[in-house]
C-alpha cells in the first residue's frame, strides 16, 4: 500500500506550483459527466446540459430487491429514448436484474438482453451494490460479484467491447455504529436498508471489493469503471493500492468529491496527479420528475462547484465546509473531465 511520502515521490516538482501558474481559468473543451440518470424526458434539461458545454453518461440502474417489481425493460426502453433524442449530448449504459440469478435461463436470457442493448447504442452495463448488499440465494448467502453464474455475463461485455461499470460496496460508514460520528449518518438514518452492521450473514466491505477484484484479475481485458472512487473513497491509500494492482481498474468521482474536498489537500493533489489517466469525473445527478429549470439549475450548479474545487487555487466552501481548490493544471483536469472518460466508455457522445 503506498505511503503519502510514496505518493509525493512520485509526483512531478511542477505540481505544487502554484495554481495562477498552471491552471486554466475556465474549460476550453466539452466536459463529461459519466454517471447521470435521467430516464423520462426531459428536453429542457438534456438541452440545457449541451448548451452549458457538457456532455453525460445516462445509466440505467436495476433498484429493486427482493419481491419488488420493476419494469427493467420499460427504464431500458425510456433512457434509450433520452439519449437518442439528446441530439449527442448523452449517451447511455444498460443493466440486468440480477435477482434472477438462481433461474436457469438467467444467464443466457441476460446475455441476450444486453446484446439487445448494445445493437440499440449501449456503451456499457452497470451492476448496483445489491450485489454484495441485498440479493441473497434461496439459502440465504449473499449474491457477490464473482459468482459463478455472473462470470459468463463479464465475458459477454467484455467480448463486445463495452465497460462494466460497478458499484459495489458502500462507504465505510455503512458497516460502522449509525450515530453522529458516522460520516454517513445522514444518508444511512433515511436508507436503513443499506446499513449493513449488525445484518445477520452480511458480508463485510472488504469481502464484496475483494470478490470484485477476483473479477478484474480474471479478466485483465475487462475494462471496469468503479463508482464512487470505486467504494475506496475513505481511504486513498487503499484505492491507490487497488490501482497499482488492477491496470484495467478506474474509478468515477460519482457523489465523492466531498471525501476529496475534507482529505489533506497535498495529498489529493498527489494522488489525481499520480493516478490522472485512472480518474472520471462524474456526480451520480439524477432527474425524478418535477421542474427542469430547477433540475438544470441543479446540476449546474453541481458542475460549477466541482469545476471550482478541481481547478482553483482558491478558498472555497464545498458543501458547507471551508476548503481550498486544488488547482489541478490544465492537461490533468483535460484527462478527469475529458479524456479519461472518452478512453475508458468507448463509444461515448459517438
Known amino acids: ?144 460479484p464473482d459468482d459463478p453464474r455472473l462470470l459468463p455475463i463479464y465475458e459477454a461485455i467484455r467480448d463486445a467491447g463495452k465497460t462494466l461499470i460497478a458499484h459495489l460496496a458502500e462507504p465505510d460508514g455503512a458497516w460502522l455504529p449509525l450515530n ?35 473479477v478484474l484479475a480474471r479478466y485483465p481485458d475487462l475494462r471496469v469503471v468503479g463508482c464512487h472512487l470505486g467504494s475506496d473513497e475513505d481511504d486513498l491509500d487503499r484505492l491507490a493500492a487497488r490501482l497499482d494492482s488492477y491496470p484495467n481498474l478506474a474509478v468515477d468521482t460519482a457523489a465523492r468529491v466531498r471525501y476529496l474536498a475534507r482529505d489533506d489537500r497535498d495529498r489529493v493533489i498527489a494522488f489525481l496527479t499520480r493516478y490522472q489517466d485512472r480518474i472520471l469525473y ?4 439524477s432527474y425524478r420528475g418535477g421542474s427542469e429549470a430547477d ?22 466552501e464545498y458543501e458547507g465546509r471551508p476548503t481550498r481548490g486544488l488547482g489541478l493544471p490544465d492537461p490533468v483536469l483535460r484527462k478527469i473531465f475529458r479524456e479519461n472518460a472518452l478512453r475508458w466508455l468507448p463509444g461515448l457522445g459517438a
Open 1 to 144: 500500500m503506498l505511503s503519502r511520502r510514496d505518493l509525493f515521490r512520485l509526483v512531478p516538482a511542477s505540481v505544487l506550483l502554484p495554481a495562477s501558474t498552471r491552471a486554466a481559468e475556465g474549460a476550453d473543451f466539452v466536459r463529461i459527466d459519466t454517471h447521470v440518470h435521467i430516464h423520462q424526458e426531459a428536453p429542457a434539461l438534456v438541452a440545457a446540459l449541451g448548451e452549458s458545454g457538457w456532455k453525460g453518461l445516462d445509466i440505467v440502474v436495476c433498484p429493486a430487491v427482493g419481491d419488488e417489481p420493476f419494469d427493467l425493460d420499460a427504464k431500458l426502453e425510456a433512457t434509450r429514448a433520452v439519449a437518442t433524442r439528446s441530439e449527442g449530448s448523452l449517451s447511455w449504459a444498460s443493466t440486468f436484474d440480477a435477482r434472477r440469478f438462481e433461474e436457469p435461463e438467467f444467464v443466457a436470457s441476460t446475455i441476450d438482453l444486453l446484446r439487445e442493448t448494445f445493437e440499440q447504442g449501449a456503451i456499457g452495463v452497470k451492476i448496483w451494490k445489491t450485489i454484495g448488499m441485498a440479493i441473497r440465494s434461496a439459502s440465504g448467502s449473499y449474491l457477490l
Open 180 to 214: 453522529e460520528e458516522n460520516p454517513e449518518y445522514s444518508y444511512y438514518s433515511r436508507n436503513p436498508q443499506w446499513h449493513m452492521l449488525g445484518k445477520e450473514g452480511a458480508p463485510p466491505k472488504e469481502e464484496i471489493l475483494s470478490a470484485r477484484d477476483r
Open 282 to 285: 462524474a456526480t451520480d445527478f
Open 295 to 316: 433540475a438544470s439549475r441543479s446540476i449546474a450548479g453541481r458542475h460549477d462547484l466541482d469545476w471550482e474545487f478541481f481547478s482553483s487555487d482558491s478558498p472555497m
